[in-house]
């Protein structure tokens, strides 16, 4: 493992302050629309905290499976991904919604 102990018994302190932060967030009742949000970060600080104390592999891109860089998990500790493969994903969800929308458009049409 690349990382010091150092690096990942701070990311692992981040990680369970964030896991609190959602817990409490949700415990406390917020709005069904950003229910969800929290739910997701909760899960990816549970599943980052996994990837730190069991399977060793924190710090790994989960698409290309590079170093996602310890920059990168300083600011965002609970990245899956690297900048890249990030990058790239956003990309693809962009293009996917034109589409998505013309298939909308071209249902309705064709039920008109
Ligand atoms: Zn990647």
Known sequence: ????????????????SKEKEN??????GVKPSKKHIYQDR???AK??????RVTGN???CE?????????RLRVHPIAAR??????QLEKESQNQKPAADFL?????????
């Open 1 to 16: 493992m690349w990382h010091s102990d150092e690096f990942l018994k701070i990311q692992e302190r981040k990680l369970i």
């Open 23 to 28: 817990s409490d967030i949700l415990r406390n």
């Open 58 to 60: 924190y710090g790994i």
């Open 104 to 112: 909308n458009l071209a249902t309705r049409v064709a039920n008109l």
């Open 47 to 52: 599943k980052a905290l996994k990837k730190i």
């Open 82 to 87: 690297c900048i890249d493969c990030r990058e």
């Open 42 to 44: 909760l899960t990816l």
């Open 63 to 71: 698409d290309c499976g590079e170093e996602i860089g310890t920059e």
